[in-house]
């Protein structure tokens, strides 16, 4: 038998194994393959790194743990470049299933940078009814949250004594894996003229290209590859990058096997044909 004919034998169990170690490895040994950032990914970036150190930057976190892969890696980074910036993170929740991760995030970062609660970063948490929460944002933000996650008054929070509503905020972010983007920019950028960005899962970026054109969007990040540039602009590789180690070896291997396949398929059929009476 030949090496092609066994290799249209093999047992496509063997090949889940394969691609499961093609997914580890890099996650376990980086292999630091470049990424260019793209122009949504560069321009929210440089929206972040423009702001005057003092300047808060408000966070949204609506998505839950079946996304946490795509966006969580676009929370840390973004994070980190604000702490890294001196820019005081006010960060809320507008998914119930965000309030966790939330926490989770903001805890990692603060250990490593050594951010203070209140000073450089603060939760607010989860409040339902999106619509009715970014309108009283607008407004006063104490009136959606007259306390943080923690039951602390906001009046308390220092980094809180001087911001009223979307006029005192730099920039607000939304990570999202549903259509918490649509109802930012109706009402905090239409409404209240909030400069608005975006980090959203790969299969919603194609919807929001068109806020990009329209300015609706000052910059956005698609899935883990827009996680992937926001790190490499910011010099601090993540899990984003790791992560596209893993997409990029795991789409070699299998573009590799169905190459494999067809060469095979031919070759045997030639060779069949050839040996027929």
């Not at 050594?114 to 009283?136: N, P």
């Not at 608005?196 to 919807?207: N, Y």
Request: charged share 20%; with cysteine.
């Amino acid at each position: 038998m030949t090496f092609f004919e066994r290799f249209l034998a093999l047992d496509r169990r063997v090949i889940y194994p394969l691609v499961g170690l093609a997914v580890v490895l890099p996650l376990v040994f980086p292999i630091g393959f470049k990424v260019r950032p793209t122009p949504p990914a560069e321009n929210l970036f440089r929206a972040v790194d423009r702001l005057k150190p003092g300047t808060p930057v408000l966070v949204s976190i609506d998505y839950d743990p079946s996304t946490e892969a795509e966006l969580s890696p676009m929370a840390i980074a973004i994070f980190r470049h604000c702490i890294r910036r001196h820019l005081p993170l006010v960060v809320i929740a507008l998914d119930p299933g965000a309030p966790g991760l939330g926490v989770t995030l903001l805890d990692k970062v603060a250990r490593e940078t050594h951010a203070r609660y209140g000073v450089d970063y603060c939760f607010l948490g989860y409040k339902s009814g999106a619509e009715a929460v970014i309108l009283a944002f607008g407004r006063d933000l104490r009136l959606a949250y007259p306390a943080d996650y923690y039951n602390i008054p906001v009046e308390q929070l220092p980094l809180l004594r001087h911001v009223k509503n979307y006029d005192d905020l730099g920039l607000v972010i939304s990570l999202a894996a549903a259509n918490y983007p649509d109802v930012w920019v109706a009402y905090a950028h239409e409404r209240f003229g909030a400069r608005f960005a975006a980090g959203v899962t790969a299969v919603m970026a194609p919807e929001y290209y068109p806020y990009l054109d329209t300015g609706q969007l000052v910059g956005m990040l698609g899935g883990l590859k827009g996680a992937a540039e926001y790190e490499a602009l910011l010099g601090r590789p993540g899990l984003g990058l790791k992560g596209m180690d893993a997409q990029t070896i795991v789409h070699l291997f299998i573009v590799l096997i169905i190459v494999l396949g067809n060469v095979a398929y031919f070759i045997t059929r030639r060779q069949a044909a050839r040996t027929r009476p």
